[in-house]
């Protein structure tokens, strides 16, 4: 029954144009178009003044952030930091974009649809339909970020591949960040917004009010970014074990936002 709700919400995702053509837009111009045009612009100004000011700033990092920059003179070391570490917070942020829209509209969607009287006469527990609805939100965000991961490491790879001696990418860092860390960030932003969306009368407040539970989450995914510098693999398996503590907490206490009444609309909780 679980497996039937998430279906039926994917598939009205799919049928709506007006939610997925932005996601392809969203998700090229992060994953593909930007790092195109930031890391082709460090290839072709080499003898930039810029690319020296650069190295000179990579030069004054700690000897451990120095050992994971690869590369054999400023411009090279330069396009290597910014693939591997400046965009990498683009990893968390444009899945747990697409997930939070996703998950704001889905309990308070189906009470405006006149759709969440099925549900709420449903044989399902407030429990399975509380997963069900954070798995359909989960699942568009985090396949999307796959997607564009395997394009921005394709982008990466062909760009600055040629000067670091072959392909290199996706380090070891980086598949533990998408296979570890992202997934309970989601759950994370995810277990809360869908508590707003239980409780607020209109998909535009609970839109409004994800925006802030989304923010914070952001912020921390930049704090892991930062955490690669030093130690890659250490700081994405501690960030992914603190996260996925976190969402286990808020998930397991989420599912009690989820009332029948407000599935109808008679309840007088806001």
Same mark, same amino acid.
């Given at each position: 029954?679980? !497996?039937?709700?998430?279906?039926?919400?994917?598939?009205?995702?799919? $049928?709506? !144009?007006?939610?997925?053509?932005?996601?392809?837009?969203?998700?090229?111009?992060?994953?593909?178009?930007?790092?195109? +045009?930031?890391?082709?612009?460090?290839?072709?100004?080499?003898?930039?003044?810029?690319?020296?000011?650069?190295?000179?700033?990579?030069?004054?990092?700690?000897?451990?952030?120095?050992?994971?920059?690869?590369?054999?003179?400023?411009?090279?070391?330069?396009?290597?930091?910014?693939?591997?570490?400046?965009?990498?917070?683009?990893?968390?942020?444009?899945?747990?974009?697409?997930?939070?829209?996703?998950?704001?509209?889905? +309990?308070?969607?189906?009470?405006?649809?006149?759709?969440?009287?099925?549900?709420?006469?449903?044989?399902?527990?407030?429990?399975?339909?509380?997963?069900? !609805?954070?798995?359909?939100?989960?699942?568009?965000?985090?396949?999307?970020?796959?997607?564009?991961?395997?394009?921005?490491?394709?982008?990466?790879?062909?760009?600055?591949?040629?000067?670091?001696?072959?392909?290199?990418?996706?380090?070891?860092?980086?598949?533990?960040?998408?296979?570890?860390?992202?997934?309970?960030?989601?759950?994370?932003?995810?277990?809360? +917004?869908?508590?707003?969306?239980?409780?607020?009368?209109?998909?535009?407040?609970?839109?409004?009010?994800?925006?802030?539970?989304?923010?914070?989450?952001?912020?921390?995914?930049?704090?892991?970014?930062?955490?690669?510098?030093?130690?890659?693999?250490?700081?994405?398996?501690?960030?992914?074990?603190?996260?996925?503590?976190?969402?286990?907490?808020?998930?397991?206490?989420?599912?009690?936002?989820? $009332?029948?009444?407000?599935?109808?609309?008679?309840?007088?909780?806001?």
């Amino acid at each position: 029954m679980i !497996k039937a709700v998430i279906r039926i919400d994917l598939f009205r995702l799919f $049928k709506t !144009k007006d939610y997925w053509i932005p996601l392809i837009i969203l998700g090229g111009l992060f994953f593909v178009i930007l790092p195109v +045009i930031l890391l082709g612009s460090l290839s072709l100004i080499q003898a930039s003044p810029m690319i020296g000011q650069i190295g000179d700033i990579i030069g004054t990092l700690p000897d451990a952030v120095q050992q994971n920059i690869k590369g054999d003179n400023p411009a090279t070391r330069a396009s290597y930091a910014f693939a591997v570490y400046l965009l990498a917070p683009i990893a968390i942020v444009v899945p747990l974009t697409i997930s939070s829209a996703v998950g704001a509209n889905s +309990i308070v969607g189906e009470r405006e649809q006149g759709t969440g009287e099925y549900l709420a006469h449903s044989p399902l527990t407030v429990r399975e339909i509380y997963v069900a !609805k954070l798995l359909a939100s989960l699942i568009p965000g985090y396949l999307a970020g796959i997607v564009g991961f395997a394009m921005y490491s394709l982008v990466v790879n062909i760009i600055v591949g040629s000067q670091v001696g072959g392909w290199f990418f996706p380090t070891a860092g980086w598949i533990l960040l998408v296979l570890w860390v992202i997934p309970p960030f989601i759950a994370i932003a995810l277990s809360l +917004i869908l508590r707003l969306s239980a409780r607020v009368r209109s998909a535009a407040s609970a839109h409004q009010a994800s925006s802030l539970v989304t923010l914070p989450v952001i912020l921390m995914s930049y704090g892991v970014a930062s955490g690669l510098l030093y130690s890659p693999v250490i700081s994405a398996a501690v960030s992914g074990l603190v996260a996925w503590i976190i969402a286990a907490i808020l998930l397991v206490t989420g599912s009690k936002s989820i $009332k029948r009444e407000r599935l109808l609309g008679v309840s007088a909780e806001a």
